[in-house]
């Protein structure tokens, strides 16, 4: 995709557009048109690099369509491309270059800064920006694209109110993350291919995410509804996909190869998977597609840092101080809330204790084919303990001193009582199981035997 001829646009404008040349201010061009304008930039570069905020604002409807070899160029003056609430614009055959400023721009959109609602992105190469190269906004789509180079994210979906029904189809999305914002700010959970915070019903489907620094694609906190198929991840510094306290996704016909080793070799005490499942699970009391269950099938895996890990830390729930998603409650009942999971004597009842959690539940991993070779991975993977890894496994609850999920609990239900199931895989290599508690390692026979049955009809050569 990314620096092909699929992404030039047409030679000519199409009829009743407004041509805008590469000389020509596009910003008083917009501003003087009415809603509903389509605009065909000409060829050649197109400079918005008068200051901060020389920002295109499209009005409601508009269509902005380059010409062959069409650019926008901020000139890192510029802090965003397009901006404001203007609805149902589409924005195609653009490259959209060089907005922000390096290594300073977090957390800022360059296309669709306002993630404004019904934008249509499509055919387009969004590079060397700082910040994301594209925010997302509900109803909004990005296609068949480039995006690629940008400072902190490629993808961004993010509003105060959440984020619904946006898709991800068939992009390239590379090489982002290259102000590498987890050095910046350690711990931040801001870096990576593509961003997801708050978003019902997205679909991720036929992208090519690989050599992102951080994940790959990222959905982070009260997500649902999410498919992520026919996707290739490759090489990916950390997980390809992190879904974390989030619901009901369907995982499926992907293909995954070394992602994780950057971060697999360099991490101690915890493995590197290439799907990694924290605090997240299938409820039928949360909106969206995939009601009650995180499906992951007929996918391939080969030479990554490890496999799957379904995870889930005792002591982070809404009201709990180990909860880094300050501010957020669960979705499945709406009167548990934020302060009554806090208050330690409504703790101690069963309904708000049980709704205050996100559980790692009614995770069904089947179907799917595992190719696991050290020496093909390398960087010290034959001689990690924690190379290699599918798991299913939390830890000793041990904080707050209020928590109803000290010691085992929690070690106890991911493992027998909240319908995680694992069975029909094909696995060949030296595959590691971990289960029940963080560093439990067990057996191929001891993962499928009693007390913990999984991986029912599966085969490892």
Request: proline share 5%; charged share 20%.
């Amino acid at each position: 995709m990314c620096g092909t001829s699929d992404l030039d646009g047409p030679a000519t404008p199409p009829a009743g557009a407004v041509v805008v040349q590469p000389e020509q201010d596009l910003l008083d061009v917009t501003n003087a048109a009415p809603a509903g304008t389509t605009f065909w930039l000409a060829p050649g570069v197109h400079s918005l690099s008068s200051g901060q905020y020389a920002n295109v604002r499209p009005k409601d409807d508009m269509v902005f369509i380059g010409g062959p070899g069409a650019i926008i160029d901020g000139g890192h003056k510029a802090q965003y491309a397009f901006v404001g609430d203007g609805k149902n614009v589409t924005i195609s055959f653009l490259t959209i270059r060089n907005f922000g400023w390096p290594g300073s721009t977090g957390q800022e959109g360059v296309v669709n800064h306002d993630a404004a609602q019904g934008w249509n992105m499509h055919h387009l190469t969004v590079s060397d920006n700082s910040g994301a190269g594209v925010f997302l906004g509900n109803d909004n789509v990005i296609a068949d694209s480039c995006i690629a180079s940008n400072g902190q994210y490629g993808i961004s979906a993010y509003r105060v109110d959440g984020v619904r029904n946006v898709k991800v189809l068939r992009n390239e999305i590379t090489d982002n993350n290259t102000d590498d914002w987890e050095t910046r700010i350690p711990g931040c959970g801001c870096s990576g291919g593509a961003k997801f915070w708050e978003v019902e019903n997205a679909e991720i489907v036929g992208n090519n995410v690989h050599r992102n620094k951080g994940a790959g694609l990222w959905a982070d906190t009260n997500n649902t509804g999410f498919t992520f198929e026919n996707n290739h991840f490759a090489a990916n510094d950390d997980e390809a996909i992190f879904y974390e306290i989030s619901y009901n996704a369907a995982i499926r016909n992907n293909t995954f190869v070394r992602n994780g080793i950057t971060k697999g070799r360099s991490t101690d005490g915890f493995p590197t998977p290439a799907i990694y499942l924290s605090e997240s699970g299938g409820d039928t009391r949360a909106p969206g597609p995939h009601r009650g269950v995180i499906d992951i099938t007929g996918n391939v895996f080969e030479d990554n840092w490890g496999g799957i890990v379904a995870w889930e830390n005792p002591d982070r729930f809404a009201g709990s101080p180990a909860n880094s998603s300050t501010g957020y409650s669960t979705l499945v009942n709406d009167d548990v809330t934020l302060s009554h999971c806090s208050e330690e004597s409504l703790m101690a009842t069963t309904d708000y204790s049980d709704d205050c959690r996100w559980k790692t539940q009614n995770v069904h991993v089947h179907d799917n084919t595992f190719k696991f070779n050290p020496e093909a991975v390398g960087d010290g993977c034959a001689n990690n303990e924690l190379c290699g890894i599918n798991g299913l496994f939390s830890n000793w609850g041990s904080y707050p001193s209020w928590s109803p999920w000290k010691g085992d609990v929690v070690n106890d239900a991911i493992t027998f009582n909240q319908n995680n199931r694992w069975e029909n895989n094909t696995y060949s290599g030296p595959w590691r199981f971990m289960i029940h508690q963080l560093g439990d390692e067990v057996t191929w026979s001891q993962w499928r035997s009693a007390p913990y049955n999984q991986d029912a009809n599966s085969t490892l050569n």
